[in-house]
């Protein structure tokens, strides 16, 4: 049974361009979670989507950020216009179908986004 | 905004020395406090799920209590060893998203 799957694993990108943050779920998971982790400090939540439905973006700065879970596919963290501010590692994590507070969370291996 | 806290920061033992380290959380509006193992160049891997007042958990050498009345949760580990080395994260998990404290980064010297 394939974990979290997270690609790529490391993305360079120059300032203004455009990243792309892939997230697979485990199989038979519909709950996806994206954190943030910035030099030096702990993972802040982002955002948090079923398929195809935003439940919670509390966490995602209002401008240049948007995430998506499609019916079909992996979950897209999006990134516009990027500022080195940006630069982090991007985890993502899922859970199975119910949501409950009561299960854990698996996590992704990263994704490490340095903006030049 | 919910507040939650670990201390201490860091930790740095010797091998067969016994430890624990605090969480703390907001004690009202309680779902669920969740303990993630995190080492390093790996994913963080959940160890124990904890729902009530009172709750005790053990898997090994590590254990952990809770206590939801005073918003605190303790994670003990006995006779540590080195790859015992990892930071320990907590999570106050609601209904939708978890909250992470910035975790406790224990090492354990041989």
Same mark, same amino acid.
């Given at each position: ?116 | ?44 891997? /959940? ?9 005790? =958990? ?6 952990? &209590? +809770?206590?939801? #009345? ?15 080395? /990892? ?9 939708? =998203? ?6 406790? &980064? +224990?090492?354990? #010297?041989?």
């Amino acid at each position: 049974n394939a974990g979290v799957m997270q690609n790529p694993r490391h993305l360079v990108r120059r300032r203004g361009q455009e990243a792309r943050l892939r997230c697979s779920p485990m199989k038979g998971h519909s709950h996806v979670y994206w954190y943030r982790q910035l030099p030096e400090e702990g993972l802040k939540f982002m955002v948090y989507l079923q398929k195809e439905n935003i439940i919670d973006e509390s966490g995602m700065p209002k401008e240049r950020f948007s995430a998506e879970f499609p019916k079909e596919g992996p979950s897209i963290l999006r990134i516009q216009q990027v500022v080195r501010g940006d630069s982090a590692a991007y985890f993502c994590a899922s859970s199975p179908k119910s949501g409950s507070a009561a299960e854990k969370l698996f996590f992704g291996s990263g994704t490490q986004l340095s903006v030049l | 905004i919910l507040n939650v806290e670990q201390s201490p920061q860091s930790l740095h033992v010797q091998e067969g020395d016994s430890t624990n380290f605090t969480c703390s959380f907001p004690s009202s509006n309680f779902y669920a406090l969740h303990w993630y193992r995190w080492e390093t160049a790996k994913s963080p891997e /959940a160890l124990f799920v904890m729902t009530l007042n009172g709750d005790e =958990k053990k898997k090994g050498r590590i254990s952990a &209590t +809770l206590n939801t #009345k005073e918003g605190y949760s303790y994670l003990y580990i006995k006779g540590s060893q080195p790859e015992d080395s /990892a930071t320990y994260l907590c999570a106050f998990r609601n209904a939708g =998203k978890s909250t992470f404290g910035d975790g406790t &980064t +224990l090492t354990v #010297k041989p």
